[in-house]
């Protein structure tokens, strides 16, 4: 599986926009980039995801470096309830055997403090 | 529209014991996942299915047995718990395996074996 880098931790202030790095130099061509979070004591929420052109939605930005190496997820304007663990996924379809079930496979993520 | 959903919410067993964790969707997704999750670690995965009456191993199976009779419902065994197998266990599933399409995840079960 292709590997995401991220750091350990970032701290921002509410209302503040937060910009949450992500290194993957060994993505594939067909690789997808998802972000999911996680608040404490919940399950994993998807936020956003992309392939080549940055993407917005509701929740976030995603721009995504043009040789694909890296990416950036964008919180525009942080809240209290944006405090989780942010992780970096590359998407990974196809699994041992050849056969298709979509592992998402979670590192260390990044763990988001927002200061009221 | 509930999403997924997990229960029980917790549970408290003694070593050799067995229960079963409980996952509903109600969004027609084919593909549904039990992940397990320990302190300083990302998820792992236990099972998969890709559709009603298909399961197949995931990373971690061992210890664990699984069955999706329902479409709508995956369901996940311990026949004899043990103390390596207290964690939180989330429940996951998606419309597709590819590599577009997100999946959405249960409340998680907070299972601790004595």
């Known amino acids: 599986d292709a590997k995401t880098t991220q750091p350990n931790s970032m701290e921002s202030n509410e209302e503040e926009p937060v910009h949450l790095p992500c290194n993957h130099s060994?993505?594939?061509?067909?690789?997808?980039i998802h972000w999911y979070r996680q608040l404490p004591s919940q399950g994993p929420e998807y936020v956003i995801h992309?392939?080549?052109?940055?993407v917005n939605n509701r929740m976030a930005s995603l721009a995504i470096a043009e040789d694909r190496k890296s990416s950036t997820l964008i919180l525009h304007r942080a809240t209290l309830r944006d405090a989780a663990v942010y992780y970096c996924?590359?998407?990974?379809?196809w699994g041992a055997g050849g056969t298709s079930y979509g592992k998402l496979t979670f590192g260390q993520g990044t763990i988001l403090t927002v200061h009221p | 529209n509930a999403g997924v959903t997990q229960t029980p919410k917790f549970r408290v067993l003694k070593t050799g014991q067995s229960m079963t964790l409980l996952c509903a969707q109600d969004?027609?997704?084919?593909?549904m996942y039990w992940y397990r999750q320990d302190p300083g670690m990302g998820l792992r995965l236990i099972h998969y299915?890709?559709?009603?009456?298909?399961?197949a191993k995931g990373e971690v199976p061992d210890g664990y047995n699984v069955s999706r009779l329902k479409k709508q419902n995956f369901l996940l065994g311990l026949e004899s718990a043990a103390p390596s197998q207290t964690s939180v266990y989330f429940c996951?599933?998606?419309?597709?395996?590819?590599?577009?399409?997100?999946?959405?995840f249960g409340p998680g079960t907070r299972l601790t074996v004595t």
């Open positions: 996951a599933s998606s419309y597709g395996a590819g590599a577009s399409y997100e999946q959405y």
């Open positions: 969004m027609n997704h084919e593909y």
């Open positions: 299915s890709v559709g009603e009456g298909t399961t």
């Open positions: 060994t993505i594939s061509g067909t690789d997808y």
């Open positions: 992309g392939l080549t052109s940055n």
């Open positions: 996924i590359l998407r990974d379809t």
